[in-house]
């Protein structure tokens, strides 16, 4: 995958997601719209093991249009955070929804994954 200084440079589905991804400065975005779960969890673990193999300094996965997540979801962001830490990068989850918010929490990951902001309701849009 070839990231260019800025602007979308990969954008994909698989069936009820969709993704994106750019690079801003040193931190790559992969904006996701849709489900993530068992059916779409695969093509996305896939994306974010490349991106890491470059090892940006950031990868921030933005869930403001994630409208479900499951297990398989939050393992492939808590894998592939426990990837960018091997590797000397840092992966954090931005903007997700309240309901997502809430799974993270329920799960105990929201501290792994979460900015400090999307952490707390009140500081989110």
Not at 47 to 60: D, F, H, S
Not at 91 to 118: K, N, S, Y
């Amino acid at each position: 995958m070839d990231l260019t200084p800025s602007g979308v440079v990969l954008s994909g589905d698989a069936e009820l997601l969709r993704w994106s991804v750019s690079r801003v400065e040193s931190e790559v975005v992969v904006s996701l719209d849709g489900d993530l779960d068992l059916a779409t969890v695969e093509p996305l673990s896939g994306i974010l093991r490349e991106i890491l193999e470059r090892r940006p300094a950031t990868v921030a996965v933005d869930l403001a249009r994630v409208s479900f997540i499951d297990s398989t979801g939050i393992r492939c962001l808590v894998n592939a955070a426990s990837a960018a830490a091997t590797d000397g990068c840092k992966l954090v989850v931005r903007r997700p929804t309240a309901t997502v918010v809430r799974v993270l929490g329920i799960c105990g990951v929201d501290e792994l994954l979460l900015d400090d902001t999307d952490r707390d309701p009140k500081a989110r849009r």
